[in-house]
């Protein structure tokens, strides 16, 4: 008979493995403390709004794509997910503007008037990141641990991905200004490190958005969520929501704690955050382990719709050093802040009312690690400088328009989704915290005891933490 698996957690890591498993005709059964999947992708909806609140950037569908044929389903028959024409617009502190196109010409043609000379070197970065990408890809579906580096299949990768140099060093191997090396290093802050620490070889985060492009998923990001619980349904996967699981007790099987009762599993898959999960369900000590930065975020609904922003806007901050070193040294909210502006109904009119639009802003800030002041002190001073500089490209004060309105802070990260020290984006990505080094899924004691999510093997974001759920799914398939 097959196994009785249990899931800590309806994240996108943990519905995943639920479909995936289910798939395969395990018994599964998904423990979810809040009373809706997506834990970090969730959704606020009000007066009409429909609010992603977490993920906004679809990167890399072919991983999307990989779930569904895993499942033997067609993906197109779950989600629509539309390429966009303009990936994002960057608002520079000068007033120069950067507009990054699907075309790669146009976008070329926007690169030539920042620096002259920078299309041909566009063509080469992405040539080079390009094979590091190669590598890379095959490696995300496969569990490592640190004793994998005595094989020397892997030292020769050691070079081709140049763990010698940072995202930054490697951007400004091939751009001149810092406003265009700014451009293709920005995308280090979606895996929540700086990057003039995370290693070259994120790069390749860049390379998935201008070679693979960037999607929407019509319906707005929560329809991922939704759409991976639906797919466990189909094979059977039990869901049970509002069940916090308080304690995990491993003997021959596992036990976990819920609602008071404890039940046994054959195997558990552990999705909550890996940190806390470590810490609080297990109950063990946790080593020095690094924290990416968190987040603020502000969920706009307006009264009507906006001009002359894209569906991704980034405005910079016109020191992004001071500004870097203010959220992952100094532990200080930015005196001036780069932030992000996600406007989805540019593309999809009907996650809002009609005529109205969503604006969704998010702020890097320290993690409750390094930031231990009291957050709420500073945000209408930071609220302030961000409408002031939303004010100069729409023209109108921002505050004026809000019909509804929502706030999210680091401290809510821990209350709502048990992540440790409300770093958004779990454990840092470091040299030291990457592949090899990165906590692997299954348990190094517990042999039915594994770990899905962005704290995992490989890492942080939406496509990686579908892989680490194949990951998991392999490694019980060959149990
Ligand atoms: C603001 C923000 C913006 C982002 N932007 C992007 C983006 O543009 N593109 C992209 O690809 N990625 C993005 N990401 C990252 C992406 O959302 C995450 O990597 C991914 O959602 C993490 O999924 P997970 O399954 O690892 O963990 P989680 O989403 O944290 O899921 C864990 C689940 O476990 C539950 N849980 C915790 N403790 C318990 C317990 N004791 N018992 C039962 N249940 C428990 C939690 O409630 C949660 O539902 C963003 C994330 C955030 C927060």
């Known amino acids: 008979m097959k196994k009785h698996i249990a899931i800590v957690g309806a994240g996108v890591g943990g519905l995943a493995t639920a479909a995936r498993l289910g798939s395969r005709g395990y018994k599964v059964d998904v423990f979810e403390k809040l009373p809706r999947p997506g834990g970090r992708a969730h959704i606020i909806e009000d007066a009409g709004f429909k609010f992603d609140t977490g993920p906004s950037f679809v990167l890399m569908p072919s991983f999307f794509k990989e779930i569904f044929d895993y499942c033997g389903r067609d993906l197109s028959d779950y989600l629509h997910l539309a390429p966009l024409d303009i990936h994002y617009k960057i608002f520079y502190p000068s007033g120069k503007e950067l507009v990054i196109y699907r075309d790669s010409e146009k976008t070329k043609a926007e690169l030539e008037k920042i620096e002259p000379g920078s299309s041909r070197q566009f063509d080469r970065f992405l040539a080079d990141v390009g094979d590091m990408y190669t590598s890379v890809e095959p490696l995300l579906y496969k569990s490592f641990t640190p004793k994998a580096l005595c094989n020397p299949a892997y030292w020769s990768l050691l070079w081709k991905l140049k763990t010698h140099k940072t995202y930054w060093r490697l951007a400004h191997d091939f751009f001149k200004t810092d406003e265009l090396v700014y451009a293709f290093t920005f995308e280090a802050m979606f895996i929540g490190v700086s990057p003039f620490h995370a290693p070259a070889f994120y790069s390749v985060i860049t390379y998935a958005d201008h070679v693979q492009k960037v999607f929407h998923p019509l319906g707005g990001m929560y329809q991922i969520p939704l759409n991976l619980e639906r797919l466990g349904r189909e094979f059977g996967v039990e869901f049970h929501y509002d069940s916090e699981v308080t304690h995990i007790q491993y003997r021959r099987q596992p036990a976990l704690s819920v609602h008071g009762q404890k039940e046994q599993f054959d195997i558990a898959v552990v999705n909550a955050d890996y940190a806390y999960a470590q810490k609080t369900l297990l109950n063990r000590m946790l080593p020095k382990y690094e924290y990416s930065c968190s987040v603020y975020l502000l969920y706009l609904g307006l009264k ?130 990457s592949a090899f080094f990165r906590p692997p899924n299954r348990d190094r004691r517990y042999k039915n005891a594994y770990f899905v999510g962005c704290s995992t093997q490989p890492g942080e974001g939406l496509p990686p933490v579908i892989a680490s759920s194949r990951i998991v799914a392999d490694l019980i398939e060959q149990s």
């Not at 050093?321 to 992000?340: C, M, Q, R, T, W």
């Not at 500073?378 to 400088?385: A, C, N, S, V």
């Not at 004026?400 to 840092?428: C, K, M, Q, W």
Request: hydrophobic fraction near 35%.
């Open 304 to 433: 009507k719709k906006i001009k002359n922003l894209e569906h991704h806007n980034l405005f910079f901050a016109e020191d992004l050093d001071k500004n870097l070193n203010e959220i992952f040294h100094e532990g200080v909210v930015p005196a001036d802040p780069s932030f992000y502006v996600h406007v989805p109904t540019v593309t999809d009119p009907l996650m809002s009312p009609p005529g109205k639009d969503i604006v969704y802003i998010l702020i890097p800030v320290p993690n409750l690690e390094t930031y231990q002041g009291q957050f709420r002190e500073y945000e209408p001073r930071l609220r302030k400088l961000v409408f002031e500089k939303i004010k100069t490209v729409i023209g109108e004060d921002i505050e004026d328009l809000i019909e509804v309105e929502h706030r999210f802070y680091p401290e809510d990260f821990v209350s709502r989704y048990n992540v440790y020290h409300g770093a958004t984006f779990g454990l840092a990505h470091t040299l030291m915290q």
